[in-house]
C-alpha cells in the first residue's frame, strides 16, 4: 500500500508527531531536530535477475537487495540548482570489516552524461548507502576515507534508517486513514488500524471532544517522551485538551518482518556517531527516505550548511540479504462466503503489507473443480485484510480452497489459505432443541452455510423481530427474543447473501415451569448433574455443609442437564443426604440427591501395535507410547479398587477426530483386553489417545493410551553414491505428514512425491502429528 503525500500543513503536524515518536527524547525537547527539512530525491530502480528472467522495481517495492541486483541511481534536482553534488554510492560488508575501494562508485549530478550511477551489488556486500557531497576537492575521497576508517559506525546507520523509514511508513499510513473523519468514523477505525499496523494506541484519544483527532495528531508544547526501560520500546504521549494519545511503535528490521526489535532514539544516536566524522570540511547528516513510487524523496532534520564544514547527505538503500517473506497469517480457521459484497480475507502479523508497496501483485487463488482461478485482491488496513475484487469468473461451490500468492520484492510469495462457501440450499435444523418463551431462547443451528448468513428474523402474526446470532463454523448460534411471547407456532427466516428469498425453519415456542427432578454424583466425584427444567435459574446447591456451583447447561426436548461442581465433596455410595437449590430469583427449592457408586477405573498395564498391513519400507517408531494409524493396537488394562470387571463393559477410546466403543476380553475380573483398529476413530484422527471404562450408562475418567499418529505412504528408498555429498531419495505420498525427513525439513502444505536426504544408514522422519514423535526407515547402501 502507498500512502499519498499529506498537504503541507497536515503533513508538518503528523511528520512531526510520528518523528518524535520514532527519534527519541532530543526531538521532544528540541524541534530543529525534527525530520521536517525538504531536501532533495532520487530516482532509484533496481533490476533483479531470477528464474523468471529479468525484472526491474523503483525502490519503494524492494524490501531487499540481492547481490548480483543492478542498481541505477540518478539524483533529483532543481534545474537552476545553484550547489554542485556529487553523488556516492558505498557497499558495506559488517561492521568489522571495511570494504574495498571499488565498492564505493560516484557520479557527478551537474553534467548529464556522468549523473547516474549504474552498478552491480557485489558479492558479499550487506548494506548500501548514498551519499550526496558537495563538489569540492577531495570530497569523494574523504568519504571514502570515512566509511573505510569506521565501517560499524555506517553500518549502524544503514540499519537504523530503514529501520525509521519503516516504522513511519506504518504511522502515516495509520494517520492518513484517519485524516477528514468524523469523531464517530475514528473511533471505529482506530483500533482496526491499530491491529492492522501494529500500532498501540491510547484509547483516551477516541474520547469525545471538540477536535479529539487535533489533539491527538498533532504535538503540543508540553509533549513528552516516554521511555519503557524493560523492553527499550519509544512511546510518546502529544499532551492538549481533551483528550491524550499514546502510539508505541517498534522497529522492524527490514529482513524480518515479523517480529519488533527494540528501538531507542535512532537518530539522536546516529546524529551523536555521525558526528564523530565531522571535521573541517564535511559534516554528514542522516536523511530519512520517503517513497513515492519510483522517486524517493529525502526529509532532513538539519538545515544543510554549504560553508565549512559542508554537510554530507546519508540516506540508507535497503538491507542485502536473502529474501524474507512477511509471516502473514488468517485471521480466521472458519469458512467466509464467496457471495458477501464486502467480503474480506482478515489477515495479521504483517503490518508492511499494508504500508509499504513490496507486496505485489497479489491475487486470490482459487481451486475449483474445473482448475485454479486468480481473483484480484487489495490490502485495506482499515478493514483488516485484503479486499476481494471481481468474483465473477468463480462457479459457486459447496466449499473451495483459496490461497494469497503474489510477491514480495522480486520473491514469490505464498500467504494463507482460506475455506470459501456458497449459499447452501440445505434446510436448517434445529435438532433436539426447544425453543422456551418468556426469555431469550439459545438455539443452535446446523445444515446450511452458515459463514453466508446475513439477517435472521423470528415472526408469525403479530411479530417480527431481529435474532442476534454468531457464525461458530459450521453453526450458526443464536439468541431468539422471546421474552414477551406466548407459546405457539414461530417461523425462522433466514437470510443469506446472494439470495433473494429467505430460508424458512418452523419451530414451536413452550411454556417450560421450574423443575428440579433430582440431583446425581457419585461416590468420589466433585461434581454432579441436576435433571429438571427452566435450570438456568438454578444458582447453587447445597448438600449438608458442601456447595455445589452451577456450571454447563445443556437441553434435550424439554429436559434440562446442569452440571455443578463443589471445591471438595465427600460421600459414599447409597447416601440421600437433603439437599437444597437456591435459585437466581433468591427462592430455595428441595431437592432430592442421591450418591452412586463409584465411577469404572482402569489402570493401563501393557500396550502393543501390529501393521494391519505390510509397509513397502519398513517403518519403525521409536516410542511405544506413539501408535501409528495404520497398525492394530492391542492394550490390557487392570480393574481400580472399587471397579470390578463384568461382560458387557466396553473400553471407550478417543483421539482428535472421533471416539469408538471396544468389546473387552476378560482374563478376569480384575483384567481385560481390548484392541484397536484407529480406522474406527474416523479418517485423519491423530493426535492424544485416551481411553475410558464405561459400565453401563456409566463412565469413567478419560486417561491417556498414548498418541495416534499419522504415517505417509512411503512407496521406496533410492540412493545415489557413493561419496561424499551422496543423497538418498525418500518416495510415497502423503508426505506433508512429516515435519522433517533425514534433517530435511518438509514444508507446510507438501504436494510432492519424493524427499531428498543426505545418504546414512537411517533416516529419522520427524512427524507432524506430535512435536516429540520419530520413526526411523533404512537406506540402502548404494554400491
Known sequence: MQVAPFPPRFRVATAAAALALLFGTNFARAQGNAFDLTG????????????????TLPLSQVPNLSAGDRLRIAAVLPSDQGAHYRMVLAFLRGATNPPPEEWLSEARTWKPKDAVIDVGVPAGAQQALVFLVPDTGGAFAAVRSAVRQRPGAFVRASQDLNQAMLDRTRLESFVAHLRGKSADEVARLSPVLAKSL?????????????????????????????????????????????????????ATPQAGYGYYSAYIGVFRDLARMLGAFQSAQLQFIPALNVQQGARTDLLLNTVPSFRKPQSVLVAALPTVAPPARPPLEAGTTGPLCLDRPDLVLPVSGAPLVFSTDYARDMRLRVATRAGSVDVPISADAARGGFVVGDRSALVPDAALRAQLHGAWGFAPFEGPTFKLVSPSAAAWSAGDA?????RDAP????????????????????????????????TLRLKVPLGDVKPGMLTLEIERYGSTEPQRLRLRGYAEASRIDGFTLHAGDAAGVMTGARLDQVASLAVGDTVFLSGALTRSGTSDRLELAAPAAAFTAGQTPAATATLSDGRSVAVAVKVAPPRPGA????RSSTPLRPRAVPTRLRDDTVIASDARLTFSLRADAGTTFRNGD?????????????????QDDRVAVASLDPAALGVGAHGPLRYRV????????????GTLVRLPTLTGVSCAGPGAGATCTIAGSALFLLRSAGGTDVPDGFTGATITVTRAPTATLVLRDAPDATAVIDLPDAR
Do not use: M, Y
Open 650 to 666: 466396553v473400553i471407550e477410546v478417543a483421539a482428535d477426530g472421533g471416539a469408538t466403543r471396544l468389546p473387552v476380553q476378560l
Open 434 to 438: 426447544t425453543l422456551v418463551v418468556g
Open 40 to 55: 532533495p530525491a532520487l530516482q532509484v530502480s533496481v533490476t533483479h535477475r531470477g528464474e523468471a528472467g529479468e525484472r
Open 694 to 705: 464405561v459400565q453401563g450408562e456409566v463412565a469413567g475418567d478419560w486417561r491417556s493410551l
Open 603 to 606: 489402570t493401563l498395564l501393557s
Open 198 to 250: 501494529a500500532v498501540k494506541l491510547d484509547p483516551a484519544c477516541l474520547q469525545p471532544g471538540e477536535d479529539p483527532r487535533a489533539a491527538c495528531l498533532t504535538p503540543g508544547q508540553s509533549a513528552a517522551v516516554l521511555a519503557d526501560g524493560q523492553t527499550s520500546s519509544i512511546a510518546q504521549t502529544l499532551a492538549g485538551a481533551p483528550a491524550n494519545i499514546a502510539l508505541q511503535l517498534a
Open 443 to 474: 438455539l443452535t443451528l446446523t445444515g446450511g452455510a452458515a459463514a453466508c448468513v446475513s439477517a435472521i428474523r423470528v415472526t408469525r402474526e403479530g411479530l417480527d423481530r431481529a435474532v442476534p446470532f454468531e457464525v461458530a463454523g459450521d
